[in-house]
């Protein structure tokens, strides 16, 4: 069964990348850091797949992620090519991006969010090898890529590459998503966890604001604060999970637009910065400012309507990388909890006397058939549960 507070959290999350893109307000990312809570919720997911398929989970990852790429690339680069890209052997970063891909004036902001993926890409190779780590070291894992950041901005370590600045910006909270997939941010009391969040912000906080980065008070233009600020955000959302989520799916139309934000979340990503570019021109025909409010939010539905169609059209190669029948607009048939039973936390309950926890094993003697030794038959005999209805044993989980 999908976890639903975390669809709720990466919804939140994807729209939040896109008001703010729109819109380019500082506090959203204070209010929320996106990035690194949806870093941190693929980590997770990551280490459920590492449980379940083992190194195989770097295969179905990529089989994931990649075709929404690639129809990206097949609409975009092309029409690069025809306005100025060279053609030359990066190219092919747009198949497999290890590496910035190359773009042209427009495309370089248009596609601006590829280094997401290029990020998402890193972890996920280097995830066997992380999670090995954080099997044995947890808290050294778990540090090191906080160390390496302050190692960084302190000027210890000057002018690295690129990927090990990302790394250490980002890689911290996908560990965190190690750890909630672990159940250690849950275990954690609250004597700890919340003076330790609270540190975290505040120290973030001061950092962003006496040592203001690239963007002003933006956290995305401070990594230290950024790291810091996201990771007491991270240990409240995910060490705080709540036991209760059926009232996620109480209304119909917002568990739908939860599930339909979760289905086609690399689709809203990819393409929603092309159409706050695409519409940047005609907003400064008709004088919409970033103060003006009604403009501001016209540009926000306008956005979104525009990812609708998008959706519509090519959003069901997610569906297909996943191995999901391709739907046009997911979530349709959902079916919400009993009613009765729709607040009780999950919990694993103890097996009875002579049963194995999901149905009884009812030994029932067997008339011998000819030529056989009259050996007993077990018998299934499915159990009543408390609510009255008969259980129907454990649902897959899916660890996307």
Same mark, same amino acid.
């Given at each position: 069964?999908?976890?639903?507070?975390?669809?709720?959290?990466?919804?939140?999350? #994807? +729209?939040?990348?896109? #008001? =703010?893109?729109?819109?380019g307000w500082a506090t959203m990312t204070l209010v929320f850091p996106a990035m690194s809570v949806m870093f941190a919720l693929a980590g997770s997911l990551m280490a459920a797949s590492l449980h379940? %398929?083992?190194?195989?989970?770097?295969?179905r990852r990529l089989r994931r992620l990649l075709p929404s790429l690639w129809v990206l690339a097949a609409v975009f680069v092309p029409a690069m090519l025809l306005t100025g890209l060279p053609l030359t052997p990066k190219v092919l970063l747009w198949l497999f991006? /290890?590496?910035?891909?190359?773009?042209?004036?427009?495309?370089?902001?248009?596609?601006?969010?590829?280094?997401?993926?290029?990020? =998402? *890409?890193? !972890?996920?190779? +280097?995830?066997? *090898?992380?999670?090995?780590?954080?099997?044995?070291?947890?808290l050294p894992t778990l540090v090191a890529p906080y160390a390496l950041?302050?190692?960084?901005?302190?000027?210890? =370590?000057?002018?690295p590459p690129m990927v090990v600045q990302q790394f250490g910006l980002y890689l911290g909270a996908w560990m965190l998503g190690f750890a909630h997939q672990e159940g250690m941010l849950r275990r954690l009391p609250n004597r700890f966890l919340w003076p330790t969040a609270v540190a975290l912000v505040a120290v973030g906080g001061w950092w962003n %604001?006496?040592?203001?980065?690239?963007?002003? !008070?933006?956290?995305?233009?401070?990594? *230290?604060?950024?790291?810091?600020?996201?990771? &007491?955000?991270?240990? #409240?959302?995910l060490g705080r999970e709540p036991a209760r989520t059926a009232w996620i799916d109480r209304n119909a139309i917002f568990s739908r637009a939860v599930t339909l934000i979760n289905r086609r979340a690399l689709t809203v990503y990819l393409w929603h910065m092309a159409f706050v570019v695409a519409l940047t021109p005609l907003v400064d025909v008709v004088g919409w400012s970033h103060q003006n409010p009604i403009g501001l939010a016209i540009r926000?539905?306008?956005? !979104?309507?525009?990812? &609708?169609?998008?959706?519509?059209?090519?959003?069901? /190669?997610?569906?297909?990388?996943?191995? $999901?029948?391709?739907?046009?607009?997911?979530?349709?048939?959902?079916?919400?909890?009993?009613?009765?039973?729709?607040?009780?936390?999950?919990?694993? $309950?103890?097996?009875?006397?002579?049963?194995?926890?999901e149905r009884s094993v009812v030994p029932v003697p067997r008339a011998p058939e000819a030529g056989t030794t009259g050996e007993r038959s077990? /018998?299934?005999?499915? $159990?009543?549960?408390?609510?009255?209805?008969?259980?129907? &044993?454990?649902?897959?989980?899916?660890?996307?």
């Amino acid at each position: 069964m999908r976890n639903r507070y975390l669809d709720l959290l990466r919804a939140l999350a #994807v +729209v939040r990348v896109v #008001v =703010y893109h729109v819109t380019g307000w500082a506090t959203m990312t204070l209010v929320f850091p996106a990035m690194s809570v949806m870093f941190a919720l693929a980590g997770s997911l990551m280490a459920a797949s590492l449980h379940r %398929f083992g190194t195989a989970a770097v295969g179905r990852r990529l089989r994931r992620l990649l075709p929404s790429l690639w129809v990206l690339a097949a609409v975009f680069v092309p029409a690069m090519l025809l306005t100025g890209l060279p053609l030359t052997p990066k190219v092919l970063l747009w198949l497999f991006p /290890v590496s910035d891909p190359p773009a042209n004036d427009w495309g370089a902001l248009a596609l601006s969010p590829i280094w997401y993926l290029r990020n =998402y *890409l890193w !972890f996920v190779l +280097v995830s066997p *090898l992380a999670w090995w780590l954080f099997r044995r070291a947890p808290l050294p894992t778990l540090v090191a890529p906080y160390a390496l950041t302050a190692a960084i901005e302190l000027g210890l =370590y000057p002018d690295p590459p690129m990927v090990v600045q990302q790394f250490g910006l980002y890689l911290g909270a996908w560990m965190l998503g190690f750890a909630h997939q672990e159940g250690m941010l849950r275990r954690l009391p609250n004597r700890f966890l919340w003076p330790t969040a609270v540190a975290l912000v505040a120290v973030g906080g001061w950092w962003n %604001f006496t040592q203001p980065g690239t963007r002003g !008070f933006d956290l995305n233009g401070n990594p *230290l604060a950024n790291a810091l600020w996201s990771a &007491g955000v991270i240990l #409240v959302v995910l060490g705080r999970e709540p036991a209760r989520t059926a009232w996620i799916d109480r209304n119909a139309i917002f568990s739908r637009a939860v599930t339909l934000i979760n289905r086609r979340a690399l689709t809203v990503y990819l393409w929603h910065m092309a159409f706050v570019v695409a519409l940047t021109p005609l907003v400064d025909v008709v004088g919409w400012s970033h103060q003006n409010p009604i403009g501001l939010a016209i540009r926000v539905v306008l956005v !979104f309507a525009l990812l &609708g169609v998008v959706i519509l059209l090519i959003g069901w /190669v997610e569906d297909i990388a996943a191995r $999901r029948r391709p739907e046009l607009i997911p979530g349709g048939r959902r079916r919400a909890a009993p009613p009765e039973a729709a607040d009780q936390p999950v919990a694993p $309950r103890a097996p009875e006397a002579g049963t194995t926890g999901e149905r009884s094993v009812v030994p029932v003697p067997r008339a011998p058939e000819a030529g056989t030794t009259g050996e007993r038959s077990v /018998v299934p005999v499915p $159990r009543a549960s408390e609510t009255g209805r008969t259980e129907t &044993g454990v649902r897959d989980v899916d660890a996307r």
